[in-house]
């Protein structure tokens, strides 16, 4: 099959299906665009798996291949909580991912605005997660790239606070043939599992790891393992499980240590962690662990969170909302980058004087001073 030259642009009709509307997303494997569905009257997300134009027509094969693998294991999750694979369409001989639409913006692109979150938002957006991946490691799918990028949280009406994971592109059915083979390592780095790094096949703890390390993220502000510009030294403390003891995870830091255990073996089940996950964050919500997995995000007070309401209608995603962001590099050249730093500079910590204090301060002051000149006036005056 060959493919002739079609550039994804505003109102091109994709097999002819779907109706480009504007790009929302971009990653190194391809771009995404909002679309509607001509036949079914909704929009959805498409993504293009890679541009075929000068690609051999083997290689081409390859990847129409790899874009139908990843939609039979996304369709073979369904799961409230994992953004829905509704089609593959092939346009001109370019595949196309076809997949729910949701106005959202992804964790990391959240965590680059506010910092962090509290114990309380992580454990929600932790347990959702990891009730998804519960029903995926069910059904034999591995993800191999869980990170803040691949979780979406919905900021408008009527999905506000809805948590969906994304992207299984490079998710496999256990018990398939790693094409990469064992000198290859494929993911984000600062959310490897040690077994990982040091070339091991992903597996159930594998996930669970990188679903550790995605947590830590969210109430550290970076990476368990930083966010080296020395990605040799980046991986040297993955594969070495080096990680710096989280300091802000509150009812958290139990359960973090337990899913970042070094031993694969001695990591808890993911569906353990939701359980623990879910416990936590009904505790402090006043909620019971049911609502939790089944509800939106809510702050004790039961409102959504701010944070979470801040998205327009149709935002423009950075890498990692829908798209694709991680490296496939062959070891030992570990030739990737290390992963931006997702976050803005932690905010002061709690009794830190703000600047309304400050001013009131000077204000008491100076009331204090005049209040002495009025009495001394008084006893002069007598």
């Known amino acids: 099959m ?14 002819g299906r779907y109706r480009l509307r504007s790009r929302i997303g971009e990653g190194g494997m391809g771009s995404v665009w909002l679309a509607r569905d001509q ?7 498409v993504k293009r798996v890679v541009a075929l134009d000068g690609v051999s027509a083997e290689g081409a094969e390859r990847i129409r291949e790899k874009a ?19 089609d593959v369409a092939l346009d001109a001989g370019t595949p196309w991912l076809v997949m729910e639409y949701m106005p959202s913006r992804s964790v990391a692109e959240i965590l680059h ?15 959702q997660v990891a009730a998804a991946m519960t029903t995926a490691h069910e059904a034999g799918i591995i993800h191999r790239d869980i990170k803040p990028g691949n979780i979406l949280v919905a900021g408008t009406e009527p999905d506000a606070g809805t948590v969906k994971l994304t992207d299984f592109g490079i998710a496999h059915f256990k018990g398939d043939d790693v094409d990469e083979g064992t000198d290859v390592i494929t993911g984000t780095p600062a959310y490897f599992a040690p077994e990982v790094a040091r070339g091991g096949v992903p597996a159930e703890p594998s996930d669970v790891y990188s679903l550790g390390s995605t947590i830590y993220t969210m109430v550290e502000g970076q990476p368990p393992f930083g966010a080296d510009e020395d990605t040799a030294a980046l991986l ?19 359960v973090l ?6 031993s694969p073996s001695k990591r808890p089940s993911m569906a353990e962690v939701r359980d623990w996950l879910a416990a936590i964050a009904a505790a402090a ?11 939106r995000l809510r702050r004790p007070d039961g409102a959504i969170p701010l944070w ?15 798209s694709r962001s991680r490296v496939t590099t062959p070891l030992p050249s570990q030739t990737f980058a290390a992963p931006r730093p997702l976050v803005a500079p932690v905010p002061p910590a709690p009794g830190t004087p703000s600047g309304w204090r400050k001013h009131r301060s000077l204000v008491i002051s100076g009331v204090i001073v005049l209040g002495l000149i009025a009495i001394l006036a008084l006893i002069v005056a007598l």
């Open 257 to 262: 240590l337990a899913m970042l255990t070094p």
């Open 236 to 254: 040297d403390r993955v594969a070495r499980a080096q990680i710096r003891p989280p300091s802000r995870a509150g009812a958290l830091h139990q």
């Open 39 to 45: 036949r079914l009257n909704r929009d959805v997300a």
């Open 285 to 295: 919500t006043r909620s019971t662990p049911d609502r939790i997995l089944t509800g």
């Open 113 to 127: 605005t506010v910092g962090a979150l509290s114990d309380v938002d992580a454990a929600q957006i932790g347990a």
């Open 68 to 86: 139908l693998h990843e939609g039979r294991v996304a369709v073979k999750l369904a799961h409230r909580n994992a953004v829905a694979v509704h």
């Open 308 to 322: 979470a309401l801040t998205t327009p209608q149709a935002p423009r995603m950075s890498t990692g909302s829908y």
């Open 2 to 15: 060959t493919s002739s030259t079609r550039i994804p642009a505003p109102d091109l009709l994709l097999a």
